[in-house]
């Protein structure tokens, strides 16, 4: 089981991006799927956990998402600020595993 | 709140052990799985191993089966990774993390693999 990312996103600030995050099988849906944020030089942060939930302190202006018909999980980042630039990472559930997407850079230019 | 320090990384040579430990505050630790994962540098993150919230099962990447070895200690609120025969490819910053919730991390520990 692979999770596939774009390599990069790029949009300006105060628009809205949105990152896909495609299993190569089974159905998407049926395991919870996070969302980590990575910003250079630091540790992984979950932006979102569970599919849509959002951990205290994370701005309301990330979402999570679920669509099933195209296997595939979703980031959204509304209003975006350049401190958003980031390395952003999916996860979701193997057997026994944690599986990665390949991560997405973020550029808000 | 949940807060995750790792510690026991540095230079290693090739074939040497080394252990890595997480030291886990906050929440009840003896009642979630705990996972370690790591990033080359410049490259993503990899799921490294698993061990279940009583320790009665552990998992493990192919990449590391049968040289490392997940534990933890819930008298101690500690996880530990206990690397074996490192190669260099296994250069990286380890990070553990918490599964369930909200899966926070720890802020990594770097280990370098080289002679």
């Known amino acids: 089981f692979m999770l596939t990312q774009p390599h990069s996103v790029s949009e300006s600030p105060g628009k809205t991006v949105t990152i896909s995050c495609t299993g190569s099988s089974g159905n998407i849906a049926s395991k919870y799927v996070q969302w980590y944020q990575q910003r250079p030089g630091s540790a992984p942060t979950t932006v979102i956990y569970?599919?849509?939930?959002?951990p205290s302190g994370v701005p309301d202006r990330f979402s999570g998402s679920i669509d099933s018909s195209s296997n595939s999980a979703y980031l959204t980042i509304s209003g975006l600020k350049t401190e958003d630039e980031a390395d952003y990472y999916c996860q979701s559930y193997g057997n026994n595993n944690w599986v990665f997407g390949g991560g997405t850079k973020l550029t808000v230019l | 709140q949940v807060q995750l320090v790792e510690s026991g990384g540095g230079v290693v040579r090739p074939g040497r052990s080394l252990r890595l430990s997480c030291a886990a505050s906050g929440f009840t630790f003896s009642s979630f799985g705990m996972h370690w994962v790591r990033q080359a540098p410049g490259k993503g993150l990899e799921w490294v191993a698993v061990?279940?919230?009583?320790?009665?099962?552990?998992y493990y990447s192919d990449s590391v089966k049968g040289r490392f070895t997940i534990s933890r200690d819930n008298s101690k609120n500690m996880l530990y990774l206990q690397m074996n025969s490192p190669r260099p490819e296994d250069t990286a910053t380890y990070y553990c993390?918490?599964?369930?919730?909200?899966?926070?991390w720890g802020q990594g520990t770097l280990v370098t693999v080289s002679s």
């Open positions: 569970e599919d849509d939930e959002r």
């Open positions: 993390a918490k599964d369930a919730g909200r899966r926070d």
């Open positions: 061990i279940l919230f009583d320790g009665s099962n552990k």
